[in-house]
């Protein structure tokens, strides 16, 4: 009889751990089913619903988060793309006047350069052009032009890996057995500022209407997701069910121009009430 007994108990045991892991299983599964996720190479996009099932007189609360998978890189040579006016030189210690022959040189992203020299006397202006490479780690910038290669120690007065308008370059190299000493002053902004671009959500819901969101204009909000791992932005809302409605859909989608768009959606059964 005791051995029949401590049979029953251990029984009773299993069954009651099965029956907590299996509503545990059913716990899980339903919160699977009020959550969505999709992600593209940079962010990740998730859409939670309070319940999915719901009647035409209980709204249902949902969260939306945008996190960041990867953070955001600057090219390393950034600082010097752009136009830059050339502001004071010095040959061997001797201030030059840089007026009747003032230096206008750009560098591109395709890393080539253009550099033009007008002379303001005879107003003929002389173009030169070559292919630079800008090394961040030791500032030495090296120029090829028709076979020549010039050797540039290049620092600046702005820390950001972008120099500001107006911002300047400061230039020390040696050319022919002389001594240069160049500052140049960045007098127009590159096409591509190298930040990067503005991400956007967008909010839109059939068989019913979206209130209560923590962003008042929910139909255009700017995800301001910081530029770091797992960075994240979220945005409450409630879903108004329609009375004329029986499915009822949260529809949230994710905007970077460099990123493109991606989309989740969440269905609510909605049930008629008196």
């Given at each position: 009889m005791l051995k029949i007994k401590q049979h029953l108990a251990v029984l009773a045991i299993i069954l009651t751990l099965s029956f907590v892991v299996t509503c545990s299983d059913i716990e899980n599964e339903l919160a699977k089913d009020f959550t969505t996720s999709t992600s593209n190479a940079m962010f990740n996009l998730t859409l939670s619903v309070e319940n999915n099932i719901t009647d035409t007189n209980t709204p249902v609360l949902f969260t939306i988060t945008a996190s960041r998978l990867d953070t955001y890189q600057i090219r390393q040579d950034a600082q010097m793309i752009g136009f830059w006016t050339l502001a004071e030189q010095q040959i061997n210690g001797d201030v030059q006047n840089i007026s009747q022959y003032p230096m206008d040189i750009e560098?591109?992203?395709?890393?080539?350069?253009?550099?033009q020299v007008p002379n303001t006397v005879s107003g003929?202006?002389?173009?030169?052009?070559?292919s630079w490479n800008f090394n961040e780690d030791d500032h030495t910038l090296t120029l090829l032009s028709g076979g020549d290669t010039t050797v540039i120690n290049s620092t600046f007065d702005h820390p950001a890996p972008v120099v500001p308008l107006d911002g300047y370059m400061m230039w020390a190299y040696t050319d022919d057995g002389n001594n240069?000493?160049?500052?140049?002053?960045?007098?127009a902004e590159p096409e591509n500022y190298f930040e990067e671009p503005y991400t956007y959500l967008y909010l839109e819901a059939s068989g019913g209407d979206i209130t209560g969101t923590t962003y008042p204009d929910f139909t255009e909000i700017e995800a301001t997701i910081d530029n770091i791992l797992d960075a994240k932005f979220v945005v409450t809302g409630i879903f108004e069910p329609g009375l004329d409605f029986e499915q009822g859909n949260i529809a949230v989608s994710l905007y970077n121009e460099n990123y493109g768009t991606i989309v989740v959606n969440m269905g609510i059964t909605i049930n008629f009430t008196d």
């Open positions: 560098f591109f992203e395709d890393n080539s350069y253009s550099k003929e202006t002389d173009y030169f052009g070559g240069f000493n160049e500052v140049y002053q960045k007098t």
